[in-house]
């Protein structure tokens, strides 16, 4: 049985090179899941996974916010998060609004290459998720 996991992904400008090429080196990976994306990063993804997307408008023009309402009414189940940590953005409380929503809901956030390769190909992307609560 294969699980859709609902991902959500980001890429702030001078990270969008390394989104092409690692979207690219994933993208069977990647085809099997929903994937979440606002402005430019939504159409690179939608033209290398040959696939529609849920698209959100960019994240200066309400994507962030619109996910946000996403991660809120658990819409999301991972996000992957390639930020320029070189420098403040103009969106940068959008942004932190994000990463505390995703903390409350517990969903995991890859942040680099490397975590996001972890999250790619772990067992997380085939597991169903258990309710605590029912589990008991």
Do not use: C
Request: glycine share 8%.
């Amino acid at each position: 049985m294969h699980i859709v996991k609902r991902i959500a992904i980001v890429a702030q400008d001078n990270r969008k090179n390394e989104l092409i090429e690692w979207s690219f080196h994933n993208r069977h990976i990647l085809s099997k899941h929903e994937i979440i994306a606002a402005g430019y990063a939504a159409d690179v993804l939608e033209g290398i996974l040959n696939k529609p997307l849920q698209k959100l408008p960019p994240g200066t023009l309400g994507g962030y916010q619109q996910m946000g309402k996403m991660i809120t009414n658990g819409e999301v189940d991972m996000i992957i998060f390639l930020w320029d940590a070189r420098g403040t953005q103009p969106q940068e409380g959008d942004l932190k609004t994000l990463f505390h929503l995703a903390e409350q809901q517990n969903i995991v956030i890859a942040g680099n290459m490397p975590s996001a390769e972890v999250m790619l190909h772990s067992s997380f992307l085939n597991e169903v998720e258990v309710d605590a609560r029912e589990a008991v």
